[in-house]
Protein backbone atom coordinates (compact mmCIF):
# COMPACT_ATOMS: atom_id res chain seq x y z
CA UNK A 1 0.00 0.00 0.00
CA UNK A 2 2.84 2.16 0.58
CA UNK A 3 4.24 1.65 -2.45
CA UNK A 4 1.39 2.46 -3.89
CA UNK A 5 0.67 5.80 -2.08
CA UNK A 6 4.25 6.58 -2.94
CA UNK A 7 4.09 6.33 -6.64
CA UNK A 8 0.55 7.82 -7.13
CA UNK A 9 1.63 11.18 -4.27
CA UNK A 10 4.81 12.21 -6.15
CA UNK A 11 5.24 12.90 -10.06
CA UNK A 12 8.46 10.47 -11.24
CA UNK A 13 10.37 13.60 -11.35
CA UNK A 14 10.72 12.73 -7.03
CA UNK A 15 13.35 10.26 -8.36
CA UNK A 16 15.45 12.76 -10.02
CA UNK A 17 14.79 15.35 -8.01
CA UNK A 18 16.40 13.59 -5.24
CA UNK A 19 19.44 13.05 -6.78
CA UNK A 20 19.90 16.34 -7.44
CA UNK A 21 21.86 17.16 -4.28
CA UNK A 22 24.77 15.10 -5.62
CA UNK A 23 24.70 15.59 -9.09
CA UNK A 24 27.41 18.31 -10.56
CA UNK A 25 25.77 21.94 -12.09
CA UNK A 26 26.67 20.18 -15.80
CA UNK A 27 24.54 17.11 -15.02
CA UNK A 28 21.35 19.93 -14.44
CA UNK A 29 21.81 21.30 -17.60
CA UNK A 30 21.96 18.26 -19.47
CA UNK A 31 19.27 16.43 -17.68
CA UNK A 32 16.81 19.38 -18.09
CA UNK A 33 17.77 19.58 -21.72
CA UNK A 34 16.64 15.84 -22.21
CA UNK A 35 13.08 16.66 -20.11
CA UNK A 36 12.61 19.87 -22.43
CA UNK A 37 13.29 18.05 -25.72
CA UNK A 38 10.79 15.43 -24.23
CA UNK A 39 8.81 17.79 -22.90
CA UNK A 40 8.08 19.63 -26.00
CA UNK A 41 7.57 16.18 -27.76
CA UNK A 42 4.56 15.61 -25.94
CA UNK A 43 5.93 13.26 -23.20
CA UNK A 44 3.85 13.76 -20.50
CA UNK A 45 5.55 12.91 -17.22
CA UNK A 46 8.44 15.11 -18.88
CA UNK A 47 5.82 17.79 -19.17
CA UNK A 48 4.70 17.18 -15.35
CA UNK A 49 9.17 17.24 -14.34
CA UNK A 50 9.43 20.36 -16.17
CA UNK A 51 6.65 22.15 -14.34
CA UNK A 52 8.08 20.44 -11.09
CA UNK A 53 11.43 22.27 -12.31
CA UNK A 54 9.33 25.94 -12.90
CA UNK A 55 7.24 25.74 -9.65
CA UNK A 56 10.41 25.33 -7.49
CA UNK A 57 13.18 26.75 -9.36
CA UNK A 58 15.06 22.56 -9.48
CA UNK A 59 18.30 21.78 -12.04
CA UNK A 60 19.16 25.52 -12.13
CA UNK A 61 16.02 26.95 -13.49
CA UNK A 62 14.97 30.32 -12.46
CA UNK A 63 11.36 29.43 -10.75
CA UNK A 64 9.12 31.00 -12.85
CA UNK A 65 5.16 29.51 -11.13
CA UNK A 66 3.65 30.83 -14.31
CA UNK A 67 5.84 28.63 -16.65
CA UNK A 68 4.78 25.57 -14.48
CA UNK A 69 1.13 26.08 -14.56
CA UNK A 70 1.75 25.96 -18.44
CA UNK A 71 3.67 22.49 -18.08
CA UNK A 72 1.03 21.15 -15.73
CA UNK A 73 -1.65 21.70 -18.00
CA UNK A 74 0.09 20.09 -21.07
CA UNK A 75 0.69 16.79 -18.84
CA UNK A 76 -2.71 17.23 -17.39
CA UNK A 77 -4.65 17.74 -20.47
CA UNK A 78 -2.63 14.26 -21.00
CA UNK A 79 -4.41 12.99 -18.55
CA UNK A 80 -1.31 12.40 -16.52
CA UNK A 81 -2.90 12.30 -12.60
CA UNK A 82 0.04 13.92 -10.69
CA UNK A 83 0.33 16.64 -12.70
CA UNK A 84 -3.55 17.35 -12.72
CA UNK A 85 -3.61 17.40 -9.09
CA UNK A 86 -0.66 19.87 -9.43
CA UNK A 87 -3.16 22.10 -11.44
CA UNK A 88 -5.53 22.35 -8.78
CA UNK A 89 -3.40 23.44 -6.68
CA UNK A 90 -2.31 26.02 -8.55
CA UNK A 91 -6.19 27.31 -9.61
CA UNK A 92 -6.93 27.12 -5.93
CA UNK A 93 -4.32 29.39 -4.80
CA UNK A 94 -3.90 31.43 -7.57
CA UNK A 95 -0.32 29.97 -8.15
CA UNK A 96 0.61 31.38 -11.55
CA UNK A 97 -2.60 31.86 -12.94
CA UNK A 98 -5.82 33.25 -11.84
CA UNK A 99 -7.32 31.83 -9.03
CA UNK A 100 -10.39 29.49 -9.94
CA UNK A 101 -11.51 27.33 -7.10
CA UNK A 102 -14.14 25.67 -9.41
CA UNK A 103 -11.21 25.15 -11.93
CA UNK A 104 -9.49 23.46 -8.90
CA UNK A 105 -11.79 21.34 -8.62
CA UNK A 106 -11.94 20.48 -12.02
CA UNK A 107 -8.69 18.78 -12.07
CA UNK A 108 -8.79 17.38 -8.81
CA UNK A 109 -11.49 15.59 -9.91
CA UNK A 110 -9.65 13.95 -13.31
CA UNK A 111 -6.88 12.80 -10.82
CA UNK A 112 -8.90 11.88 -7.92
CA UNK A 113 -11.29 9.69 -10.41
CA UNK A 114 -7.59 8.14 -10.92
CA UNK A 115 -7.16 7.15 -7.60
CA UNK A 116 -4.70 9.76 -7.11
CA UNK A 117 -4.92 9.79 -3.19
CA UNK A 118 -4.04 13.51 -2.56
CA UNK A 119 -6.56 14.62 -5.19
CA UNK A 120 -9.27 12.96 -3.54
CA UNK A 121 -8.23 14.07 -0.36
CA UNK A 122 -8.30 17.53 -1.50
CA UNK A 123 -11.35 17.03 -3.08
CA UNK A 124 -12.90 15.82 -0.01
CA UNK A 125 -11.76 18.89 1.78
CA UNK A 126 -13.15 21.23 -0.94
CA UNK A 127 -16.91 19.46 -0.78
CA UNK A 128 -16.42 19.73 3.63
CA UNK A 129 -16.07 23.88 3.18
CA UNK A 130 -17.82 24.17 -0.33
CA UNK A 131 -14.94 26.06 -1.63
CA UNK A 132 -15.76 25.58 -5.87
CA UNK A 133 -18.09 23.44 -5.63
CA UNK A 134 -21.68 22.86 -3.51
CA UNK A 135 -20.91 22.15 0.24
CA UNK A 136 -21.74 18.70 0.47
CA UNK A 137 -20.79 16.33 3.80
CA UNK A 138 -21.49 13.36 2.64
CA UNK A 139 -19.73 13.46 -0.26
CA UNK A 140 -16.40 15.01 1.71
CA UNK A 141 -16.44 11.50 3.21
CA UNK A 142 -16.81 9.75 0.29
CA UNK A 143 -13.59 11.19 -1.32
CA UNK A 144 -11.91 11.29 1.97
CA UNK A 145 -12.32 7.94 2.56
CA UNK A 146 -11.05 6.70 -1.04
CA UNK A 147 -7.51 8.25 0.48
CA UNK A 148 -7.82 7.19 4.07
CA UNK A 149 -8.09 3.94 2.65
CA UNK A 150 -5.04 3.89 0.71
CA UNK A 151 -2.99 4.86 3.73
CA UNK A 152 -2.98 8.69 3.47
CA UNK A 153 -2.88 9.99 7.23
CA UNK A 154 -4.61 13.23 7.32
CA UNK A 155 -7.30 11.74 5.52
CA UNK A 156 -7.01 9.06 7.83
CA UNK A 157 -7.41 11.60 10.76
CA UNK A 158 -10.64 13.37 8.96
CA UNK A 159 -12.41 10.36 8.86
CA UNK A 160 -11.94 9.57 11.97
CA UNK A 161 -13.30 12.95 13.06
CA UNK A 162 -16.22 13.05 10.66
CA UNK A 163 -17.38 9.82 12.41
CA UNK A 164 -16.96 11.49 15.87
CA UNK A 165 -19.05 14.14 14.71
CA UNK A 166 -21.71 12.43 12.58
CA UNK A 167 -21.08 14.76 9.67
CA UNK A 168 -21.56 13.05 6.29
CA UNK A 169 -21.75 9.60 8.02
CA UNK A 170 -23.37 7.91 11.13
CA UNK A 171 -21.53 9.02 14.39
CA UNK A 172 -19.40 6.06 15.72
CA UNK A 173 -16.57 6.43 18.15
CA UNK A 174 -15.17 2.77 17.31
CA UNK A 175 -15.09 3.69 13.93
CA UNK A 176 -13.07 7.52 14.87
CA UNK A 177 -10.84 5.53 16.79
CA UNK A 178 -9.96 2.89 14.08
CA UNK A 179 -8.75 5.89 11.65
CA UNK A 180 -7.31 8.27 14.32
CA UNK A 181 -5.35 5.13 15.48
CA UNK A 182 -4.38 4.50 11.90
CA UNK A 183 -3.13 7.59 11.54
CA UNK A 184 -1.98 8.01 14.76
CA UNK A 185 1.01 5.26 13.85
CA UNK A 186 1.93 6.94 10.73
CA UNK A 187 2.88 9.41 13.49
CA UNK A 188 0.52 12.58 12.64
CA UNK A 189 0.33 14.57 15.93
CA UNK A 190 -3.51 15.30 15.88
CA UNK A 191 -4.40 12.09 15.60
CA UNK A 192 -2.33 10.99 18.36
CA UNK A 193 -4.06 13.76 20.41
CA UNK A 194 -7.51 12.70 19.18
CA UNK A 195 -7.00 8.88 20.05
CA UNK A 196 -5.68 10.19 23.60
CA UNK A 197 -8.66 11.54 24.12
CA UNK A 198 -10.79 8.84 23.24
CA UNK A 199 -8.73 6.38 25.69
CA UNK A 200 -9.04 9.55 28.42
CA UNK A 201 -12.76 9.96 28.40
CA UNK A 202 -13.87 6.34 27.19
CA UNK A 203 -15.04 7.21 23.54
CA UNK A 204 -15.30 4.19 21.90
CA UNK A 205 -12.65 2.47 23.53
CA UNK A 206 -12.44 1.59 27.40
CA UNK A 207 -10.87 4.45 29.56
CA UNK A 208 -7.61 3.72 29.69
CA UNK A 209 -5.41 6.98 31.56
CA UNK A 210 -2.05 4.99 31.17
CA UNK A 211 -2.63 4.92 27.30
CA UNK A 212 -3.68 8.52 27.27
CA UNK A 213 -0.77 9.83 28.67
CA UNK A 214 1.36 7.39 26.65
CA UNK A 215 -0.41 9.25 23.00
CA UNK A 216 -0.45 12.48 24.69
CA UNK A 217 3.30 12.39 25.53
CA UNK A 218 4.17 11.50 22.04
CA UNK A 219 1.87 13.78 20.28
CA UNK A 220 3.66 16.59 23.01
CA UNK A 221 6.31 17.15 20.89
CA UNK A 222 4.90 19.02 18.46
CA UNK A 223 1.41 20.19 20.05
CA UNK A 224 1.35 22.09 22.85
CA UNK A 225 -2.34 21.68 23.05
CA UNK A 226 -1.29 17.59 23.70
CA UNK A 227 1.44 18.76 26.46
CA UNK A 228 -1.20 20.32 28.71
CA UNK A 229 -3.25 17.65 28.02
CA UNK A 230 -0.68 15.43 29.31
CA UNK A 231 -0.14 17.37 32.27
CA UNK A 232 -3.59 17.75 33.19
CA UNK A 233 -4.46 14.00 33.14
CA UNK A 234 -1.10 13.21 35.31
CA UNK A 235 -2.67 15.01 38.26
CA UNK A 236 -5.40 12.57 38.20
CA UNK A 237 -2.26 9.56 37.78
CA UNK A 238 -0.51 7.76 40.48
CA UNK A 239 3.04 7.63 40.22
CA UNK A 240 2.94 3.65 39.21
CA UNK A 241 0.55 4.53 36.11
CA UNK A 242 2.49 7.46 34.93
CA UNK A 243 5.75 5.23 34.93
CA UNK A 244 3.27 2.33 32.91
CA UNK A 245 2.95 5.57 30.64
CA UNK A 246 6.59 6.07 29.80
CA UNK A 247 7.27 3.01 29.42
CA UNK A 248 3.85 2.43 26.64
CA UNK A 249 5.68 5.91 25.10
CA UNK A 250 8.36 3.75 24.35
CA UNK A 251 6.48 0.44 22.51
CA UNK A 252 4.33 3.51 20.47
CA UNK A 253 7.78 5.58 19.54
CA UNK A 254 9.31 2.36 18.16
CA UNK A 255 5.90 1.22 16.77
CA UNK A 256 5.60 4.43 14.81
CA UNK A 257 9.12 4.24 14.28
CA UNK A 258 8.90 0.89 12.32
CA UNK A 259 5.55 2.45 10.48
CA UNK A 260 7.13 5.08 8.75
CA UNK A 261 11.20 4.28 8.63
CA UNK A 262 12.32 4.51 5.23
CA UNK A 263 9.11 5.80 3.85
CA UNK A 264 9.76 8.94 1.30
CA UNK A 265 7.79 11.49 1.73
CA UNK A 266 3.63 11.79 0.44
CA UNK A 267 4.21 15.46 -0.79
CA UNK A 268 6.39 17.98 -1.36
CA UNK A 269 7.18 19.81 1.72
CA UNK A 270 7.00 23.19 -0.70
CA UNK A 271 3.79 22.55 -1.96
CA UNK A 272 0.87 23.79 0.27
CA UNK A 273 -1.75 21.29 0.43
CA UNK A 274 -4.47 22.63 3.33
CA UNK A 275 -5.76 19.75 4.06
CA UNK A 276 -5.53 19.28 7.77
CA UNK A 277 -4.60 22.61 10.03
CA UNK A 278 -1.37 22.34 11.82
CA UNK A 279 -3.20 24.75 14.14
CA UNK A 280 -6.65 26.75 14.81
CA UNK A 281 -7.83 29.73 16.53
CA UNK A 282 -10.20 32.61 16.48
CA UNK A 283 -10.16 36.02 14.89
CA UNK A 284 -12.84 38.75 14.40
CA UNK A 285 -13.67 41.26 11.55
CA UNK A 286 -12.94 45.08 12.32
CA UNK A 287 -13.73 46.40 9.14
CA UNK A 288 -16.89 45.39 7.14
CA UNK A 289 -13.98 44.89 3.37
CA UNK A 290 -12.12 42.24 5.45
CA UNK A 291 -9.69 43.64 8.32
CA UNK A 292 -9.49 41.52 10.67
CA UNK A 293 -7.53 40.34 14.16
CA UNK A 294 -6.46 37.55 15.77
CA UNK A 295 -3.17 36.91 17.69
CA UNK A 296 0.39 36.78 16.15
CA UNK A 297 1.04 33.88 17.84
CA UNK A 298 -2.00 31.81 15.73
CA UNK A 299 -1.55 33.36 12.41
CA UNK A 300 1.40 36.23 11.93
CA UNK A 301 4.28 33.66 11.22
CA UNK A 302 3.62 33.77 7.33
CA UNK A 303 1.87 30.40 7.44
CA UNK A 304 -0.44 29.57 4.58
CA UNK A 305 -3.96 31.40 7.02
CA UNK A 306 -7.56 29.75 6.15
CA UNK A 307 -11.27 31.55 7.58
CA UNK A 308 -14.35 29.16 7.76
CA UNK A 309 -17.10 32.09 6.98
CA UNK A 310 -20.69 31.64 6.93
CA UNK A 311 -20.19 31.63 3.14
CA UNK A 312 -17.47 28.63 2.91
CA UNK A 313 -13.30 28.58 3.53
CA UNK A 314 -11.79 31.85 2.53
CA UNK A 315 -7.84 32.65 2.21
CA UNK A 316 -6.73 35.75 4.61
CA UNK A 317 -2.93 37.07 3.95
CA UNK A 318 -1.43 39.06 6.82
CA UNK A 319 -1.34 42.64 6.81
CA UNK A 320 0.82 43.47 9.89
CA UNK A 321 1.84 42.45 13.42
CA UNK A 322 2.77 43.16 16.41
CA UNK A 323 4.64 40.79 17.93
CA UNK A 324 5.12 42.76 21.52
CA UNK A 325 1.11 42.81 22.28
CA UNK A 326 0.50 39.31 20.34
CA UNK A 327 -1.79 40.89 17.76
CA UNK A 328 -2.40 40.17 13.97
CA UNK A 329 -4.08 42.00 11.62
CA UNK A 330 -5.11 40.39 8.11
CA UNK A 331 -7.20 41.13 5.22
CA UNK A 332 -9.85 38.85 3.21
CA UNK A 333 -11.85 39.77 0.47
CA UNK A 334 -14.92 40.39 1.11
CA UNK A 335 -18.16 41.72 2.68
CA UNK A 336 -18.47 40.79 6.30
CA UNK A 337 -20.10 41.91 9.91
CA UNK A 338 -17.42 44.18 12.01
CA UNK A 339 -17.26 44.51 15.46
CA UNK A 340 -16.58 48.76 16.82
CA UNK A 341 -13.36 48.72 18.94
CA UNK A 342 -13.61 51.24 21.76
CA UNK A 343 -10.88 52.30 24.68
CA UNK A 344 -10.12 50.17 27.08
CA UNK A 345 -9.25 52.79 29.86
CA UNK A 346 -12.86 53.44 31.11
CA UNK A 347 -13.79 49.34 31.78
CA UNK A 348 -14.03 48.53 35.21
CA UNK A 349 -13.70 45.73 37.34
CA UNK A 350 -16.31 43.55 37.70
CA UNK A 351 -17.43 44.38 34.63
CA UNK A 352 -18.67 41.58 31.84
CA UNK A 353 -16.32 40.41 29.62
CA UNK A 354 -17.57 37.96 26.80
CA UNK A 355 -16.04 36.11 23.86
CA UNK A 356 -17.24 33.90 21.40
CA UNK A 357 -14.29 31.53 19.86
CA UNK A 358 -13.38 27.99 18.68
CA UNK A 359 -11.95 26.06 21.12
CA UNK A 360 -10.48 22.27 20.81
CA UNK A 361 -12.03 21.81 17.52
CA UNK A 362 -10.60 18.67 17.48
CA UNK A 363 -13.19 17.68 19.92
CA UNK A 364 -15.26 20.17 20.77
CA UNK A 365 -16.49 20.52 16.95
CA UNK A 366 -16.65 23.91 14.76
CA UNK A 367 -19.92 25.43 16.38
CA UNK A 368 -18.88 28.73 18.04
CA UNK A 369 -18.77 28.98 21.46
CA UNK A 370 -19.67 31.46 23.98
CA UNK A 371 -17.60 32.21 26.95
CA UNK A 372 -19.02 34.61 29.78
CA UNK A 373 -17.37 36.33 32.48
CA UNK A 374 -15.98 39.74 34.09
CA UNK A 375 -12.72 41.49 34.09
CA UNK A 376 -11.55 40.34 37.50
CA UNK A 377 -8.18 42.37 37.56
CA UNK A 378 -7.15 45.51 35.49
CA UNK A 379 -3.60 44.17 35.22
CA UNK A 380 -2.21 40.59 34.05
CA UNK A 381 0.27 38.42 35.14
CA UNK A 382 2.61 40.04 37.46
CA UNK A 383 0.54 42.92 37.15
CA UNK A 384 1.31 43.48 33.54
CA UNK A 385 -0.44 46.79 32.33
CA UNK A 386 -1.06 45.79 28.89
CA UNK A 387 -4.01 43.16 30.11
CA UNK A 388 -6.98 42.60 31.36
CA UNK A 389 -7.09 39.42 33.63
CA UNK A 390 -11.15 37.31 32.80
CA UNK A 391 -12.98 34.70 34.48
CA UNK A 392 -14.42 33.87 31.28
CA UNK A 393 -13.63 30.17 30.71
CA UNK A 394 -11.18 29.75 27.68
CA UNK A 395 -9.42 27.11 26.43
CA UNK A 396 -6.74 26.45 23.28
CA UNK A 397 -8.52 27.53 20.15
CA UNK A 398 -10.08 30.88 21.69
CA UNK A 399 -7.28 33.02 21.21
CA UNK A 400 -7.59 35.89 19.16
CA UNK A 401 -11.22 36.03 20.25
CA UNK A 402 -13.08 39.38 21.01
CA UNK A 403 -13.26 40.26 24.45
CA UNK A 404 -16.70 42.18 24.07
CA UNK A 405 -18.44 44.33 26.64
CA UNK A 406 -22.52 44.35 27.54
CA UNK A 407 -23.02 46.12 24.60
CA UNK A 408 -21.12 44.23 22.13
CA UNK A 409 -17.89 46.79 21.62
CA UNK A 410 -14.79 44.84 21.59
CA UNK A 411 -12.70 46.21 24.95
CA UNK A 412 -9.96 43.29 24.40
CA UNK A 413 -8.43 40.66 22.22
CA UNK A 414 -8.43 36.45 24.17
CA UNK A 415 -4.77 35.66 24.54
CA UNK A 416 -3.82 33.46 26.80
CA UNK A 417 -4.89 31.53 30.01
CA UNK A 418 -2.30 31.09 33.06
CA UNK A 419 -0.15 27.67 32.83
CA UNK A 420 -1.48 25.28 35.02
CA UNK A 421 2.26 23.68 35.26
CA UNK A 422 3.15 27.46 36.77
CA UNK A 423 0.56 27.88 39.35
CA UNK A 424 1.29 24.09 40.30
CA UNK A 425 5.00 24.83 40.93
CA UNK A 426 4.13 28.22 42.83
CA UNK A 427 1.26 27.92 44.66
CA UNK A 428 0.81 23.73 45.08
CA UNK A 429 -2.52 24.25 43.29
CA UNK A 430 -4.03 24.38 40.22
CA UNK A 431 -5.57 27.91 38.89
CA UNK A 432 -9.13 27.93 37.93
CA UNK A 433 -10.02 30.58 34.95
CA UNK A 434 -7.44 32.72 35.19
CA UNK A 435 -7.26 34.09 31.63
CA UNK A 436 -5.93 37.14 30.00
CA UNK A 437 -6.81 39.57 27.28
CA UNK A 438 -5.03 42.57 25.22
CA UNK A 439 -6.61 45.92 26.10
CA UNK A 440 -7.90 46.78 23.39
CA UNK A 441 -6.53 50.31 23.99
CA UNK A 442 -3.38 48.37 22.94
CA UNK A 443 -5.23 47.66 19.59
CA UNK A 444 -6.28 50.83 18.45
CA UNK A 445 -2.68 51.87 19.05
CA UNK A 446 -1.65 49.12 16.65
CA UNK A 447 -4.42 49.83 14.15
CA UNK A 448 -3.17 53.55 13.83
CA UNK A 449 -0.26 52.82 11.99
CA UNK A 450 -2.33 50.93 8.97
CA UNK A 451 -4.65 53.66 8.04
CA UNK A 452 -6.82 51.75 5.50
CA UNK A 453 -8.04 50.05 8.74
CA UNK A 454 -7.96 52.75 11.19
CA UNK A 455 -10.06 54.79 8.86
CA UNK A 456 -12.84 52.14 8.64
CA UNK A 457 -13.84 50.96 12.34
CA UNK A 458 -17.60 51.21 13.13
CA UNK A 459 -19.17 53.74 15.64
CA UNK A 460 -19.09 52.04 19.20
CA UNK A 461 -22.52 50.67 20.12
CA UNK A 462 -23.90 53.37 23.16
CA UNK A 463 -27.46 52.11 23.64
CA UNK A 464 -28.41 49.06 26.31
CA UNK A 465 -28.89 46.17 24.14
CA UNK A 466 -30.02 42.54 25.06
CA UNK A 467 -27.27 40.28 25.89
CA UNK A 468 -28.59 37.85 23.24
CA UNK A 469 -28.42 40.32 20.33
CA UNK A 470 -24.85 41.26 21.37
CA UNK A 471 -23.68 37.35 21.29
CA UNK A 472 -25.73 37.15 17.58
CA UNK A 473 -23.68 40.53 16.23
CA UNK A 474 -20.35 38.70 17.50
CA UNK A 475 -20.92 35.34 16.80
CA UNK A 476 -21.71 37.12 13.03
CA UNK A 477 -18.12 38.65 13.43
CA UNK A 478 -16.01 35.85 14.07
CA UNK A 479 -14.43 33.07 12.32
CA UNK A 480 -12.44 30.17 13.03
CA UNK A 481 -8.69 30.98 11.72
CA UNK A 482 -6.74 27.57 9.85
CA UNK A 483 -3.19 27.89 9.65
CA UNK A 484 -1.63 25.97 7.98
Known sequence: MKACLTALCLCAASLLFQGLAVEPPEAHGKLLADIRSKAEKGDAQSQCDLGDAFAFGKMGVTKDRTAAAE???????????????????????????????AEAVKWYRKAAEQNHPLAQAKLGVMYQFGDGVQKDET????????????????????????????????????ETAKWWRKAAEQNLDSAQTGLAGLYAFGHGLESDFVEAYAWWNIAAKTSEGAARERANLEQRMAAQQVAQAQQRTKELRALIEARVKGAPPAFDPNKPLGLVPRSTGTGFFLTEDGYFITNQHVAGDGATVRLVTAAGSIAAKVVKVDKANDLALLKAEGKFTALPVITSRGVRLGA?????????????????????GEIASLAGAQDDARHFQISAPIQPGNSGGALVDERGNVIGVVVAKLSQKAALATSGALAENVNYAVKSSYLLSFLESVPAAAAKLKDAHTKERKFEDVVKSVEQATVLVLVY
Not at 77 to 95: C, E, I, R
Not at 355 to 369: H, I, M, R, S, W
Open 71 to 101: WYHKAAAQNHPAAQFYLGLVYQFGDGVRKDE
Open 139 to 174: AAVQWIRKAAEQGYAESQFQLGHAYFFGRGVQKDYA
Open 352 to 372: IAATVGFPNTGLQGFAPKLAR
